[in-house]
Nanobody
Framework: QVQLVESGGGSVQPGGSLRLSCTAS????????VAWYRRAPGKERNRVSC????????NYADSVKGRFTISRDYSKNTVYLQMNNLKPEDTGVYYC???????????????????WGQGTQVTVSS
């Protein structure tokens, strides 16, 4: 049984940092594309970042470029999302998703990811 578990969310002030983790059981994240999605209050779920399998190429939403970094720890079967200089508009529930995708991760929409975590809340507020 495949399970993805996100952790690392919390409440921070603007300008603060958090590191989210996505850890898998029953699935090798190293062999899958992994994406982080955010559902802001009252809004649709949108992709924040993704990392492809194979070459490990990455992609970021314009709103987080230069502030967020996605990375893998192959030894821990974990994908991280380092979030720096957080802004109130970064508030939301963050989900990780994984799928064995043939092309670079940014070609795919959320419905093409078959494995999802339960989400972790991030709140940025003064």
């Amino acid at each position: 049984q495949v399970q993805l578990v996100e952790s690392g969310g919390g409440s921070v002030q603007p300008g603060g940092s958090l590191r989210l983790s996505c850890t898998a059981s029953g699935l090798s994240l190293n062999a899958n594309a992994v994406a982080w999605y955010r559902r802001a209050p009252g809004k649709e779920r949108n992709r924040v970042s993704c990392i492809s399998s194979g070459d490990g190429s990455t992609n970021y939403a314009d709103s987080v470029k230069g502030r967020f970094t996605i990375s893998r720890d192959y030894s821990k079967n974990t994908v991280y999302l380092q979030m720096n200089n957080l802004k109130p508009e970064d508030t939301g529930v963050y989900y990780c998703a994984a799928e064995n995708l043939a092309l670079s991760c940014w070609y795919y929409s959320d419905y093409e990811y078959g494995h999802w975590g339960q989400g972790t809340q991030v709140t940025v507020s003064s």
